[in-house]
T-cell receptor, first 114, second 111 residues
């Protein structure tokens, strides 16, 4: 069974710090990888999508990288702000495409201290 | 953008009752999905649909039924609700090369 693991499960840092969230997956035959943000009681908001042929994607203060050979992705958040506090989810689409849906990690709960 | 609309937002039902959760997309995406989210388990796929009238089971389909008579609608029915089906349910669609988009979820409590 394909698995996606996110480390750490929880993280608390002071405002202004740069931080890295990690995601690892067991099967390197991925189609793409997507990072989401989830605020308490809310739905999932897509942050970044990395296709299997790409190495990284950037959006504002967020940068996501992908290393298929090692089965890893990282989400880098620069100059963190209290508004970044949320749960961050990593999800992988495997080469089975739509029929397999997304396989999710259990998330990293991030708290940015003012 | 509205994209995926789920209703109701919250639902309390009794054990044994049938309940239907609604999902509507404003686009015409082929693939649609139902996930449930539970503490300790994360998000798990219940059912998916590749197109109108084409549906198939995901990881945790037992106790659920889906239909898709129109491309834009993908309702999820709990035929006889059990307490173990208390969860948050998310509907999603695949935007092709732009990834998945999710609805705001339905929080279901079975008492």
């Amino acid at each position: 069974k394909q698995e996606v693991t996110q480390i750490p499960a929880a993280l608390s840092v002071p405002e202004g710090e740069n931080l890295v969230l990690n995601c690892s997956f067991t099967d390197s035959a991925i189609y793409n990888l997507q990072w989401f943000r989830q605020d308490p009681g809310k739905g999932l908001t897509s942050l970044l999508l990395i296709q299997s042929s790409q190495r990284e994607q950037t959006s504002g203060r967020l940068n996501a990288s992908l290393d298929k050979s090692s089965g890893r992705s990282t989400l880098y958040i620069a100059a963190s702000q209290p508004g970044d506090s949320a749960t961050y989810l990593c999800a992988v689409m495997y080469s089975g495409g739509g029929a397999d849906g997304l396989t999710f990690g259990k998330g990293t709960h991030l708290i940015i201290q003012p | 953008d509205a994209g995926i609309t789920q209703s109701p937002r919250y639902k309390i039902t009794e054990t044994g009752r049938q309940v239907t959760l609604m999902c509507h997309q404003t686009w015409s995406h082929s693939y649609m999905f139902w996930y449930r989210q539970d503490l300790g388990h994360g998000l798990r796929l219940i059912y998916y649909s590749a197109a109108a009238d084409i549906t198939d089971k995901g990881e945790v389909p037992d106790g659920y039924v889906v239909s898709r008579s129109k491309t834009e609608n993908f309702p999820l029915t709990l035929e006889s609700a059990t307490r173990s089906q208390t969860s948050v349910y998310f509907c999603a669609s695949d935007r092709g090369g732009y990834g998945y988009t999710f609805g705001s979820g339905t929080r279901l409590t079975v008492v």
